[in-house]
């Protein structure tokens, strides 16, 4: 039968990276080598999973031409020392993005510390200021929480047209299925948002035309729930048990793929899809951060 | 047949403002006359309604023991004027709110001006971090905007269950859709936001329990839209011709009240219904914000 065609997260995030790069190619030599964007990140304790995401940002940095910053801290370390460090980064000019790893140690107060992140460095998105503005109309926010943003583009580089069309988000976090839902709204969908109180989400997801997935349940979201040729953005990534695997599981997302490739008209799959786009969002908002500096005069 | 019950937003506001009332003085008597409310109304130029519309705002605080301030300013400010005026309010501590009437001539920037008052002192709830703090999780704006504030109130005092129930918002205005959307999800209902851009509102319409009216088209929502049983909000407030009257008008709302009366389980009416509300909900934030600035020790 019909398969729905794959966006290919991988190979899109690849293409915004690869532009990325020859952007800031591009003004550092219209400026003389003056044009350098600077992402600093800040890591508070010895996580693991924690540790191996700030290698990755770093190494996309390096990749594309931004020099990045970090500040390791350890787990001991007071909230008065994670707020001095943003301080520093927030006052020196060759930074132009600063991003908390999450999540920070228990004792530490996360809003406080993100709320002192200059909204203007705030490439990760998450300052209340700059939800708020994307929430309104007529406001521009400094900078878009990176996974949302990277959901929608992978719909509008796949051709997908939103304005006028029904989408369902499932899901209401402050990082994604929000955003999600308020950057949908911005282009003109209709947006429903469906959460863990909402009874019978099937019945809002059969009429989408755009369904974003963020829920963080494991194949929730079945095919037969879909309306046939609707667009599936999967956004969760759940590691599964799998014998069959070396590692002992498998990641999956939100969506049972192999009932929704049937019924979709395009679908994300799960690992390269939306993972990638995470990334390459967060170096973009970085280049954003430098241009709205220079143009700022800073 | 069945008509809907009226839900009385006039009665209602007023049991609010007499409580508003209860609750002041009993604070400035167990302060020994130290807890005096202050709410501060700027006016810029000399529109008949917005002079209207402030005056009936400080005839309101008088009524239940607030003080109010004001500052009238001619057409001719400037902007740099109104923020100097705004700067003041900031750092006076008897003023606990701040108000700038809209809409300001044209020539100053809404924008910077809204964004200058503090947000501990934005009753209006206008200000992008009071509006993001509002969409997220686990974050509390100091203030909510009056009107969607007064629509949910009107909700909750007639006993309309909110949680599990699937609403839809027509309107997505940054005052009243957008900040009624967010407040209904806060509480637990499936919101579906329906704009101008909307193909088929009635198809959503149709499957709500809670439909709240914002789209300033007079009798939009027609009673062959609603879902029976529903409870309706309608906050719209428009004057359409009508030669048997004195005024050469009348007001209607933005739903289509003869019709939708005899299928909505509960309806408000207009006027009388959301209207009232909003001064309530003023009165509330100037309220909260005195006991907060208390908190804080100011
Ligand atoms: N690709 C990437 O780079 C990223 C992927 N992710 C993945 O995206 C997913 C979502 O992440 P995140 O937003 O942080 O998760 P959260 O756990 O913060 O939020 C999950 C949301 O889904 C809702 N939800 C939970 N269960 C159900 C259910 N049974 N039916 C409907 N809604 C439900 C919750 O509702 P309620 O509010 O009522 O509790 C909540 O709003 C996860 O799988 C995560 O791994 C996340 C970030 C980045
Ligand atoms: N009771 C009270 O105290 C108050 C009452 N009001 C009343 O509430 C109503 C809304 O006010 P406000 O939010 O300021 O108005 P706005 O004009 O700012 O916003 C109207 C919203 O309705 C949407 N809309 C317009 N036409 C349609 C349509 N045909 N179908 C679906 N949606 C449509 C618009 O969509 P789009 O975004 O696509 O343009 C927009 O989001 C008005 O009647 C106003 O008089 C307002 C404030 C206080």
Redesign the pocket.
């Given at each position: 039968g019909d398969r729905a065609q794959l966006i290919d997260g991988k190979a899109i995030a690849a293409t915004i990276r690869g532009e990325i790069k020859d952007e800031i190619d591009r003004l550092r030599s219209e400026t003389g080598g003056e044009f350098n964007p600077g992402l600093a990140v800040v890591l508070v304790g010895e996580r693991k999973d924690s540790q191996t995401y700030v290698r990755n940002k770093k190494k996309a940095c390096d990749d594309c031409g931004i020099v990045s910053f970090g500040t390791d801290l350890p787990d001991t370390a007071t909230e008065e020392e994670v707020l001095e460090v943003v301080k520093k980064y927030n006052a020196d000019p060759k930074v132009h993005g600063i991003l908390v790893q999450l999540p920070l140690p228990a004792h530490m107060d996360e809003e406080k510390i993100l709320t002192a992140i200059s909204i203007q460095k705030d490439v990760d998105g998450f300052h209340p200021e700059n939800i708020g503005k994307l929430a309104m109309r007529g406001r521009k926010p400094d900078f878009v929480c990176?996974?949302p943003k990277?959901?929608v583009e992978l719909l509008e580089r796949s051709g997908v047209e939103i304005s006028g069309k029904s989408a369902v988000v499932?899901?209401?976090?402050?990082?994604?299925?929000?955003p999600a839902a308020m950057l949908l709204q911005e282009r003109n969908a209709t947006v429903t948002v469906?959460?863990?109180?909402?009874k019978d989400?099937e019945r809002y997801i059969r009429e989408a035309d755009i369904v974003v997935?963020?829920?963080?349940?494991?194949e929730?979201v079945k095919g037969e729930w879909l309306k046939p040729g609707c667009a599936v953005i999967d956004?969760?990534?759940?590691a599964v048990d799998d014998a069959t695997k070396k590692r002992g599981y498998r990641l999956v997302?939100?969506v049972h793929f192999d009932s929704a490739v049937k019924v979709a008209g395009q679908i994300t799959p799960?690992p390269g899809?939306?993972?990638?786009?995470?990334?390459a969002m967060l170096l973009q908002n970085t280049l954003e951060g430098a241009k709205a500096a220079r143009e700022r005069g800073e």
């Open positions: 990176c996974t990277g959901s499932v899901g209401r976090s402050n990082i994604v299925g929000t469906v959460h863990s109180r909402t989400p997935a963020a829920c963080g349940v494991a929730f956004v969760g990534i759940n997302g939100d799960v899809g939306v993972g990638p786009m995470t990334i």
